[in-house]
């Protein structure tokens, strides 16, 4: 029932301007029967009296025909004095009553799909005119005028109008958070134009266009940030390729902060090897087991093996769907996350079992066009790392030192060179047999990178492995400790001033050495 106490105001007259036509018949219905006047535009009052519900048209209110093919029905004193009269004000009720305007408590409306029709690839031209004016321009009105007016940009919100009409009306508390909502609309809107625009129509001089916003959607509060003191939320962006924050969790505890940087990280590494079946586990975003395979089982089994003790309460990410045999081998050992593009049947039912086990069914594996780092008061944006830059292919490295390596050799070195960026620099990789051995990761200088990942892989798998540097050797040291743990082959990318003496101890050694002349710094 309407109580002035909470500001609820009674629903008399509704401006219906829609372009989304979902649900809009019904809501006419509920409207009219409720008594409330019905004004509208061109094919949304099409749509109501089809449904042999009466409308009034716009034009009859403004006495003005809709002209220009619709850029102009709504822009108009008749419309904007009734979204705008703050009717707390007696001046502002008595200024529509001079100009016999009528005030408007309501007002539905959602846009021309601007942000679609540039996804369809449409031209210049039919994207420009999908810019909506005067729909933004109402929305925008009601909303600051939330004292007296109630907007609605969102079809799935209608049932709320229904609420709101046995209510008596929209509270004032409902009023403000419909016009919360609708300027987080119309700024989303606007960021999608924006961001066109600036590269289609002003793209002048820069790569880098003069504006870029982003404009995030709240999927969830997250229990907790990296750290249990610290609050933490998802946010989707919806002009990004959908990825991990889309993913689909089928079973598990909820999915916190730290568990959503290792999957992306996990997700990402897996995803780099396309041609094979491919397992990555990740602890705190750098991988202590990436491994090609036979199948998805193999793959995992020889990831595993290459560092068993810090893959407890990992997080894994496969490239193709979990079978039940992988799903087996994981529900052997506490995993905190394992993400795929799918799961085979009965998969699922085996991973069941650990209550606690996030099982996550993520979107094809899509790089982001660009990447964002916050710093204190601005951002860093770049393009993202490719996996297949200049200097990836191995048919383009340069033999610097030793024999050209066999095809066997061949294939683990560029196995390593493909999971050497997924390692935090400074990063030393040492594979063997299409699997890590041992991973250094994460220090400040290059040797004791190369000593983390002999003393993880051991002697005896040291012996004999190949290695991967993601950034040059600066000097010959980090190198003469890959040589002293025996190491066959070495690709790295040059580049050093001091080459010379990194391949000379090569040479000296009788190592292989392959430059790639790209780096892969990954911080
Ligand atoms: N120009 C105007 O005065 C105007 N007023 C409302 N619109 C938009 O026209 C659409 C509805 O038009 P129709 O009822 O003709 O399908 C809505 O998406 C609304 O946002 C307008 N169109 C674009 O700017």
Not at 149 to 177: I, N
Request: aromatic residues 6%.
């Amino acid at each position: 029932m309407s109580s002035p106490e909470d500001g609820r105001r009674p629903i008399r007259r509704a401006l219906v301007s829609v372009y989304d036509k979902n649900g809009l018949v019904e809501l006419a219905r509920a409207l009219h029967a409720a008594g409330v006047e019905l004004v509208s535009t061109g094919s949304t009052a099409a749509t109501i009296a089809g449904a042999g519900v009466p409308v009034t048209a716009v034009e009859t209110v403004t006495g003005f025909p809709e002209i220009l093919d619709g850029r102009v029905k709504t822009l108009h004193p008749k419309i904007h004095g009734g979204l705008l009269a703050d009717l707390r004000k007696d001046s502002h009720a008595a200024q529509l009553d001079e100009h016999g305007i009528v005030g408007i408590d309501l007002l539905v409306s959602n846009l021309y799909p601007f942000q679609a029709t540039v996804a369809s690839g449409a031209g210049v031209d039919e994207c420009v005119e999908q810019i909506d004016i005067g729909g933004p321009a109402m929305v925008r009105a009601a909303a600051k005028n939330h004292a007296s007016v109630a907007v609605v940009t969102d079809p799935a919100a209608y049932p709320m109008v229904l609420a709101a009409l046995d209510y008596g009306g929209f509270s004032l508390a409902q009023r403000r958070a419909l016009a919360a909502r609708a300027f987080a609309d119309i700024a989303e809107y606007d960021v999608a134009v924006a961001n066109w625009c600036a590269v289609q129509l002003d793209p002048e001089g820069t790569e880098w266009p003069a504006f870029a916003g982003l404009g995030l959607r709240a999927q969830r509060a997250l229990r907790y940030g990296e750290n249990p003191h610290q609050q933490a939320a998802l946010y989707l962006d919806p002009d990004a390729p959908a990825g991990l924050a889309q993913a689909e969790q089928l079973h598990g505890k909820e999915m916190s902060y730290n568990n959503y940087v290792d999957a992306d990280a996990a997700w990402r590494a897996a995803n780099d090897f396309v041609d094979q079946p491919a397992v990555a586990i990740i602890k705190h975003a750098n991988p202590c087991g990436i491994a090609v395979g036979a199948d998805v089982a193999d793959a995992h089994r020889k990831a595993h093996a290459c560092d068993p003790v810090s893959a407890y309460g990992g997080v894994i990410a496969v490239n193709r769907p979990v079978t039940v045999e992988l799903a087996k081998q994981v529900a052997e050992i506490f995993t905190e996350v394992l993400v795929a593009p799918e799961f085979e049947a009965g998969a699922v039912e085996v991973l069941q079992a650990k209550k606690n086990l996030r099982l996550l069914r993520a979107p094809a594996w899509a790089p982001p066009p660009a990447e964002w780092r916050q710093v204190g008061g601005g951002v860093l944006v770049q393009t993202a790392d490719r996996v297949d830059a200049p200097g990836d292919d191995p048919t383009a490295w340069r033999l610097v030192a030793g024999e050209p390596a066999d095809d066997d050799l061949l294939r683990d070195l560029a196995f390593a060179w493909r999971a050497v960026r997924s390692v935090k620099s400074n990063a030393i990789l040492l594979a063997a047999d299409g699997a890590t051995v041992g991973v250094g990761m994460g220090q400040v200088n290059r040797v004791d990178s190369a000593h983390l990942a002999v003393n993880r892989a051991g002697a005896d798998r040291a012996r004999g492995s190949v290695a991967a540097s993601d950034a040059f050797f600066p000097f010959a040291d980090g190198l003469k400790v890959l040589v002293d743990a025996g190491v066959r082959a070495v690709v790295q990318p040059g580049g050093s001033i001091r080459d010379d003496e990194v391949i000379a101890a090569a040479t000296e050694a009788g190592v292989t050495m392959y430059l790639t002349g790209t780096r892969h710094f990954f911080h």
